[in-house]
């Protein structure tokens, strides 16, 4: 350990955070997790991580990789073990601008991103909130507002720089270290720490983007016509349905269609719009044409001692009816936890199943349930949360990794099919043999 700690300091150029520091309370938690690891890493380089990532391994500790920080299990902070913090690691650079390829720090943060292309009339399929990281998002998914027309945010990853369990970097792309590359797309942080990524961004208008509120008592007969909109709507149209927003009333609060449309045509935007707007009785529509970058939001970080619960699914085109009449039941019903439904299809639809290891390609809709407060109110709300998903069970499928609060086993066959597991597993036997990097939905090299 002292020989490791020595190498350590002797060759990484950032900054080492360690308990007693004046800025150890705030680098020592991640936005949703609080932790106490015993040294947190702040690479200025690619050679720092390569020292941390050597260092952690070296010593036997246990090692978290953060990027934003947002990740709703904790997996961006530990107790006792290594921290690399990316932040630093943030630039935006458009290294080919016929080509609209986009080279972008692992560190960044998805608000970066967006008001870096802006000027530039370009935009990059990603999240819908500002202080995410590009790296956590990308590597499990990415279904935010352009999701429809321009796919995941891991389908604009044309390639990667990744520091291995070994302290290499390597490239990973459709022509280099291929296996790696399908594995990163959806395997999350299992094979190494993504210190740069290259993306294919796409030229962007201002997009028609609002809120369009209906009564509770509709919530049923909203969502069932909002979801059949959405399987013939033009991809363009991409929209989230909230539920019991506690913020709003819990069951008593309006039932919150959230429209983004990928263009600036107004008569374009109307007729896909409009129809929602006929769904029910409109009491409030704020939709207006916006800059791409002003509809991602500010995140929150959780005060002391509030925690925050989150479980997700997928529902395809045959069980949308029943799981949408399910939500809506319990949305109006007395400990109501948030729900969330996100319309997906589209350009996700499109892609082949075993393109990349993000396996639910053929989904209409994933949906989210939260719970947030304190410990007891936490636990109080188990037994209902629990009855909510066991009435689901038979008609959902799998678990979107970007919105799990827990990690067990269960999840993880949940997030990736038994041929995809195995498949990631075979990477991961390869790369990081050692599983060093654990601290996610861990794929076990088997």
Request: proline share 6%; aromatic share 6%.
């Amino acid at each position: 350990m002292n020989s490791a700690l020595e190498t350590l300091r002797r060759d990484f150029g950032g900054d080492i955070v360690e308990p007693g520091a004046a800025e150890y309370a705030s680098a020592s938690r991640s936005v949703l997790a609080s932790g106490s690891p015993a040294y947190v890493l702040r690479p200025k380089s690619v050679g720092d991580v390569q020292a941390g990532v050597r260092f952690a391994a070296g010593a036997g500790l246990v090692l978290s990789v953060r990027g934003g920080g947002h990740g709703f299990a904790g997996f961006g902070t530990n107790d006792d073990g290594v921290v690399i913090d990316l932040g630093r690691l943030a630039d935006v650079e458009i290294v080919d601008k016929e080509r609209h390829l986009v080279r972008i720090g692992g560190g960044a943060t998805w608000g970066r991103v967006a008001a870096a292309l802006a000027p530039h009339g370009l935009a990059i399929s990603s999240g819908d909130t500002k202080s995410v990281g590009v790296g956590g998002l990308t590597l499990s998914g990415g279904i935010g507002w352009k999701v429809r027309k321009h796919g995941l945010a891991l389908d604009n990853m044309v390639a990667a720089e990744v520091v291995t369990a070994d302290g290499e970097v390597v490239r990973a792309g459709a022509e280099e270290n291929a296996e790696l590359f399908w594995a990163i797309r959806g395997g999350g942080g299992n094979f190494g720490i993504v210190t740069a990524f290259e993306f294919a961004a796409h030229p962007t208008t201002d997009v028609f983007f609002g809120r369009i509120a209906f009564p509770a008592p509709e919530a049923a007969a909203v969502l069932r016509g909002w979801a059949d909109h959405l399987r013939a709507a033009p991809e363009e149209l991409t929209s989230i349905a909230n539920l019991a927003n506690p913020l709003s009333g819990g069951p008593q609060a309006p039932v919150e269609i959230h429209v983004a449309f990928d263009g600036d045509d107004p008569e374009l935007a109307a007729q896909a719009i409009d129809p929602i707007r006929r769904l029910g009785t409109v009491i409030e529509d704020d939709v207006a044409l916006r800059p791409y970058a002003d509809t991602l939001v500010d995140g929150a970080t959780l005060p002391p001692g509030i925690h925050l619960v989150t479980r997700s699914a997928f529902a395809g085109r045959e069980s949308v009816p029943e799981v949408l009449r399910i939500l809506a039941e319990t949305g109006a019903a007395e400990q109501a936890p948030f729900i969330s439904v996100r319309s997906v299809g589209g350009a996700v639809s499109r892609v082949p199943h075993d393109t990349t290891a993000y396996a639910h390609r053929q989904a209409e809709l994933m949906f989210v349930t939260t719970v947030v407060g304190p410990e007891p109110v936490i636990q109080a709300a188990g037994p209902v949360l629990e009855a909510i998903w066991t009435r689901l069970e038979p008609h959902v499928d799998g678990a979107y990794a970007n919105f799990l609060a827990s990690a067990t086993e269960e999840d993880v066959a949940a997030i990736y099919p038994a041929r995809t597991y195995e498949r990631l597993a075979a990477v991961k036997r390869q790369y990081d043999p050692g599983n060093l990097f654990a601290r996610n939905h861990n794929i076990r090299p088997r």
